[in-house]
């Protein structure tokens, strides 16, 4: 599952991965790990990235898609629970 957009942002800004990690004091298997979604950085870590590169956080992750009506909301689940706990 592709979580971040770590590698299209690197491409698009030319980013090397041994520049980040040297800023960051991580290795460049840490950051190639996460510009590849095989790990995926810290909140705290996003953040600073973005802060580097200037960009905003959302730019960062994959954009969220609600067109997959299967999946259940919050208020559909929380309705469930009452309607079985009644039961």
Known sequence: MKINRLDDIFKER???NRILAKYFSKSE???SKWR???RQP???NLLAIAQFLRVDIC???EPTNWAD???ETYDQFSARVKDEANK
């Open 36 to 38: 590849n979604n095989k």
């Open 69 to 71: 009506k299967k999946s």
């Open 29 to 31: 298997e840490t950051i």
């Open 59 to 61: 730019e960062l992750l």
């Open 42 to 44: 810290s909140l705290e």
């Open 14 to 16: 030319k980013v090397q």
